[in-house]
């Protein structure tokens, strides 16, 4: 079973994770640490760093998990891509997500990659607060 999209409402996306047992916390993160879309995960500080990065994230930006979430997320884009990306993350509060993002990001080696069919969404909590954003794309060569 795949990922699906879920809608609760005509403005709001979700996903749902099909997980065997019913809500299986393990399989929740095996699902999406081996899912066939690079995911990742800021904060909300001043200068958000990431908290989370997939398998398949980690293997584009070159980094292992632990400097991967030590990284302010504004440096996974070149400098002369901080201005769009930062534009993309002031609409995405604003309206909640956006799909279809493309833009050119680095990895550490300073390879350059072009992610596409992007999703970016803000992450909140029980409470409806919001904790972060998150990414999931595709990579082009």
Do not use: C
Request: net charge negative; charged share 20%; no cysteine.
């Amino acid at each position: 079973m795949g990922v699906e999209s879920a809608y609760s409402d005509a403005s709001t996306p979700t996903l749902a994770l099909p997980l065997q047992g019913g809500g299986d916390i393990v399989a929740l993160r095996q699902a999406l640490w081996n899912a066939p879309r690079a995911i990742v995960a800021h904060g909300t500080e001043d200068d958000p760093v990431f908290f989370y990065g997939n398998r398949l994230a980690l293997q584009l930006f070159e980094m292992e998990f632990d400097e991967f979430v030590r990284l302010p997320s504004r440096l996974s884009a070149e400098p002369l891509a901080q201005q769009a990306r930062a534009k993309l993350l002031a609409t995405v509060a604003q309206q909640g997500y956006v799909d279809g993002y493309s833009g050119m990001r680095i990895a550490r080696s300073g390879r350059r990659f072009m992610i596409a069919d992007t999703t970016v969404w803000n992450l909140l909590d029980e409470n409806g607060v919001q904790r972060g954003q998150a990414a999931a794309f595709v990579a082009q060569a």
